[in-house]
């Protein structure tokens, strides 16, 4: 079973940048699609990008595309969301998943293998 664990949030001006790192464990890894999401109190989780085993294919949701890149290192078992332009509209909790497949890479059900999260405040 694949664990993971996020880092690299934090306090930023508006219009700054930020990586967030999402470093797994276990034995499946390099054969794993993984996937951000985003949660604000009081909304529901948000897709934000995904990205498959080989890092060949990426999806990004239409709030971030083109200021946000997720890539991976499977030789580091790790996956990075950059982060550019920020907006306080991006402040929320962080979380990175295992794609589970079956279905709409939109669909948090479709993860599993959910990290702690890390806590991303953009200020005006």
């Known amino acids: 079973q694949v664990q993971v664990v996020e880092s690299g949030g934090g306090l930023v001006q508006a219009g700054g940048s930020l990586r967030l790192s999402c470093q797994a464990s276990?034995?499946?890894?390099?054969?794993?699609?993984m996937g951000w999401f985003r949660q604000a109190p009081g909304k529901e989780r948000e897709f934000v990008a995904g990205?498959?085993?080989?890092?060949?294919?990426?999806y990004y949701a239409d709030s971030v595309k083109g200021r946000f890149t997720i890539s991976r290192d499977n030789a580091k078992n790790t996956v990075y969301l950059q982060m550019s332009g920020l907006n306080p509209e991006d402040t929320a909790v962080y979380y990175c998943?295992?794609?589970?497949?079956?279905?709409?890479?939109?669909?948090?059900?479709?993860?599993?293998?959910w990290g702690q999260g890390t806590q991303v405040t953009v200020s005006s």
């Open positions: 990205i498959t085993w080989s890092g060949s294919s990426t």
């Open positions: 276990g034995r499946t890894f390099g054969s794993s699609a």
């Open positions: 998943a295992r794609f589970r497949g079956g279905g709409n890479w939109n669909d948090p059900q479709k993860y599993d293998c």
